[in-house]
């Protein structure tokens, strides 16, 4: 293993990584001048500010993404009419979403995974149904669900659920039967009932397991969500990138494309908080 | 005649007769001023349906009754207790509050949908009582299935997109909706990228590869039969590829398509964005064709007669609004933002105004580039099922012209523009002019299988 680098080293360099790529797009992006060909000005005002010139709308440069990066984090939360929220809104509906979904996953995946782990029968009986169904893209449930369903936000939801519950479950089965035979003898020979070893032996043993299923959940719900909102649409951040999609505007794509980034790194850190506080070593 | 309900006095004899009082196909035909309301259409027929299921809750004793007396004398009969003429009257003119006052209506963000749109900033909602929440949809397939679903409670629809649910096309099972208002007129065009702009005759396009938004548009069948008719077979010679407007701009400019037949504002936007130019505008395919409607599930017009009425007035306004000139700049105004189309106004002002840069150097002056006129023609019905036959959608023969007045409410439609004041056609059937070729729709045969010529 190699050296610890100092922070500040790795930062430095990281930051001017950053600061070459955006000055390479800045100067890719740039607008061929002069080759501008002549129309009439009556015409040219019909035109987008590129194609008056006689070439395509370009790719919004950084300067122009930084610019309307703040004018959208300048008042995130607004809400004017059904179909203009502010972006701190349209998170904060697909977080609502991944919540909700997440936690039903939660609600179901972490006590059957412990059923499956804790009997060999139902862990054989059950697994070709989760072989089956765990590999299945999450958005392909989406037309079902719908049709089924019907009710958009719920079936968006419902996505969410699908597909947060594999890890969960695999995970919680997986820590929960590799709990050590000497554990649960003990816990047997202090004739503990079959509840208490539960949750006084196997949870605590098998808390690291269930923990690191919930953050791979949680980082497949939030890339999940994106694309369901695209989908069925009204709120949401996946949503808002369809929307602006629809309006061409790049600059808004790209900024919405770092906000989700942003927001899953954040959701992966507080899970990985949660999995320092139920760490254990021998 | 068919009728729009089922008819509570079926069996052997019908009762068609207007509420006129004269035997003559009922509505359209009643001359204006006698019988400005005369309680036939879907609400007057939802009327007699509601009569006749208060006197006989029993579906079998009603049966019984029609067969033992006949429907002449059971009305006769029920009406010497209970107007049921004027009861026909009265619902017609719906005059009563909205049973529903809060609705869900969803839109596409296309120019077509401007009356839909238009009449939520500018109030044409709440002057009839109604509380209404325009929500922008992702897609076609998504307002189909959540207006299925009654999430909403009225759409903003492709006009075949009624027939096909209606029909059973596309979808399940068959989904009763029905045609309230035809939104827009004219209004699509034929986009090239402008690397084409050499090639303007449709014969040279073998191989090009084209979008339309949907299989169930007006914009699949125009685009399939002006290809046609210039030698090009439109499943063999092309791909033609359903795309959502948005990306038709999108894929023009990384040159995965050649062209599309889309709505506005991509067109504009197209060339706005100087990646295409405006081959054709379909206004010059087929003056005065339909493309979206103002759909509404059928049972809307028994559950909650008036605010269906109230609806309908709403829409006939603001279609009326829409379609003067001189309101043209406001109305772009009030539907460019965020809110609703979320493009640029200037954009939106070019085809609403018709006033508009055509991507090949030369500003262009037509007008009447975009309409707005409600009125739910017959004859567009029944056009648009010949293609759904002629391109193999519609596997089965269908009674065009009933289900043309099942499924256009014309009726209904034509009442709300005689209270606006608007001239009412006399007969909801008219023969069409496409692309310079009549289409009778009282002969539609001819068109089913109209010949590919090469």
């Known amino acids: ?31 061929v001048a002069g080759s501008g060909a002549a129309v009439d000005p009556e015409y040219a005002a019909l035109l987008g500010q590129a194609a008056a010139q006689g070439g395509t709308t370009p ?42 979904g997440f936690a039903l996953a939660a609600i179901v995946a972490i006590p059957l995974g412990f059923l499956i782990g804790m009997s060999p029968l ?84 098998a808390a690291p397991t269930i923990v690191t299923g919930m953050r791979i959940s949680i980082g497949i719900a939030w890339l999940v969500i994106v694309a369901a909102e695209m989908l069925v649409g009204g709120t949401g951040i996946g949503y808002w990138v369809w929307n602006q999609w629809n309006n061409l505007s790049i600059a808004d794509i790209v900024i919405a494309i770092l906000m989700i980034g942003v927001v899953g790194l954040l959701l992966d850190r507080l899970l990985g908080l949660v999995a320092h506080a139920v760490a254990w070593r021998e | ?54 006197v006989f809750p029993e579906d079998a004793t009603r049966r019984a009754m029609l067969r033992l007396f006949g429907a002449g004398t059971l009305v006769a009969a029920i009406e010497s207790v209970f107007p049921l003429a004027t009861a026909r009257e009265a619902m017609a003119q719906a005059t009563g509050a909205p049973e529903k006052r809060d609705l869900k209506i969803g839109f596409i963000p296309i120019t077509c949908a401007t009356p839909i749109i238009m009449a939520h900033p500018m109030n044409f909602y709440s002057r009839h009582g109604l509380n209404v929440e325009v929500i ?73 590869r084209f979008a339309v938004p949907f299989d169930f548009s007006m914009h699949n069948y125009l685009l399939r039969h002006y290809l046609a008719e210039n030698g090009i077979d439109p499943d063999r010679d092309v791909q033609i590829r359903s795309v959502p407007p948005p990306e038709m701009v999108a894929n023009l400019r990384a040159d995965n398509i050649d062209g599309f037949l889309g709505p506005d504002p991509f067109n504009q936007r197209a060339v706005f964005d100087g990646v295409g130019f405006i081959h054709i505008l379909t206004k010059e395919l087929w003056d005065g064709h339909p493309c979206c409607a103002f759909a509404v599930p059928r049972a809307m017009i028994t559950d909650t007669p008036n605010t269906f009425a109230a609806l309908m007035r709403s829409i006939v306004e603001a279609t009326a609004y829409s379609n003067k000139p001189e309101n043209r700049r406001e109305v772009a105004q009030a539907i460019a933002g965020q809110n609703y189309l979320n493009q640029p106004p200037t954009v939106v002002e070019q085809v609403l105004t018709g006033t508009f840069a055509d991507g090949l150097g030369r500003v262009q002056r037509v ?72 289409f009778d729709p009282a002969n539609p045969a001819a068109w089913t299988e109209r010949a590919i010529r090469t």
Request: charged share 15%; aromatic share 8%.
């Open chain 1, 1 to 31: 293993m190699a050296a610890k680098v100092p922070f500040w080293r790795a930062a430095s360099v990281s930051l001017l990584i950053l600061a070459v790529l955006l000055m390479a797009w800045e100067y890719a992006v740039l607008p």
């Open chain 1, 59 to 100: 790719m919004p440069g950084p300067s122009a993404i930084g610019k309307r990066l703040v004018e959208l984090l300048a008042d995130p939360f607004y809400v004017r009419g059904t179909n203009d929220q502010g972006i701190g809104v349209q998170i904060a509906y697909s977080l609502l979403r991944v919540g909700a």
């Open chain 1, 122 to 205: 139902l862990n054989a009986a059950l697994n070709p149904f989760i072989q089956v169904l765990r590999p299945v893209s999450p958005l392909a449930w989406m037309p079902l669900a719908l049709y089924t369903i019907k009710d958009s936000a719920i079936s968006s939801i419902f996505v969410i659920f699908i597909c947060s519950i594999w890890p969960m479950l695999l995970n919680t089965a997986f820590g929960v039967a590799s709990v050590r035979r000497e554990w649960l003898n003990v816990a047997r020979t202090l004739e503990a009932g079959t509840s208490k070893t539960a949750i006084r032996v196997i949870l605590p043993a």
């Open chain 2, 1 to 54: 005649m068919a009728r729009i309900f089922s008819n509570p006095f079926s069996a052997e004899s019908r009762l068609d007769a207007c509420g006129c009082g004269a035997v003559h196909a009922p509505g359209l035909a009643c001359d204006a001023a006698n019988a400005p309301a005369d309680g036939t259409g879907a609400l007057g027929e939802a009327a007699e349906l509601a009569v006749m299921k208060a």
């Open chain 2, 136 to 208: 922008r949809t992702a897609g076609w397939a998504v307002i189909r299935d959540r207006a299925i679903a009654r999430e909403y409670d009225a759409a903003h629809m492709l006009a075949p997109m009624p027939v096909a649910m209606s029909l059973g096309v596309g979808v399940g099972q068959p989904q009763p909706f029905a045609v309230a208002a035809i939104e827009n007129i004219n209004g699509q065009a034929i986009t090239l990228a402008t690397k084409h702009r050499e090639k303007r005759n449709p014969r040279d396009w073998k191989g090009f």
């Open chain 2, 367 to 438: 007008p009447d580039r975009i309409g707005f006129d409600p009125f739910p023609w017959h004859s567009m019905a029944i056009w648009i099922m010949t293609q759904m036959r002629r391109w193999g959608q519609l596997q089965r023969d269908v009674d065009y012209a009933q289900v043309a007045e099942q499924v256009f409410l014309a009726l209904d439609a034509g009442r709300a523009m005689r209270d606006q004041g608007l001239p009412v056609p006399a007969s909801p059937m008219r023969i069409e002019t496409i692309m310079g070729k009549p």
